[in-house]
Nanobody
Framework: QVQLVESGGGLVQAGGSLKLSCAASGRTFSSYAMGWLRQAPGKERRLVAVISGSGDSIYYADSVKGRFTISRDNAKNTVYLQMNSLNPEDTAVYYC?????????????????WGQGTQVTVSS
């Protein structure tokens, strides 16, 4: 298991940007695929982006493709989510998640560890 702590959420106007960070504990961070998921009020949690342990494979949900960028710094045990061109539909609690087990598809939404979540609110 790995402990995850998100930061960087907040209130932003439509069209603005935010950058989320997720700091992970442990010495084997590079062995974990890392994901960002979000849950809007009254809706189920949905996968936003996933990055492989090495960073060479990335998946984005169609709803954020071209606006969001996931990246990681394995030396700092941190994964990021740069969010640009935000709109009110992006309002949600954003969760960082880690996956230390193999899955056949990077966009699988199964993860073994979760952060506590950080609120992102986009005003119109």
């Amino acid at each position: 298991q790995v402990q995850l702590v998100e930061s960087g959420g907040g209130l932003v106007q439509a069209g603005g940007s935010l950058k989320l960070s997720c700091a992970a504990s442990g010495r084997t961070f590079s062995s974990y695929a890392m994901g960002w998921l979000r849950q809007a009020p009254g809706k189920e949690r949905r996968l936003v982006a996933v990055i492989s342990g090495s960073g060479d494979s990335i998946y984005y949900a169609d709803s954020v493709k071209g606006r969001f960028t996931i990246s990681r710094d394995n030396a700092k045990n941190t994964v990021y989510l740069q969010m640009n061109s935000l709109n009110p539909e992006d309002t949600a609690v954003y969760y960082c998640a880690a996956r230390g087990f193999w899955v056949p598809d990077l966009k699988d939404a199964s993860f073994g560890s979760w952060g506590q979540g950080t609120q992102v609110t986009v005003s119109s």
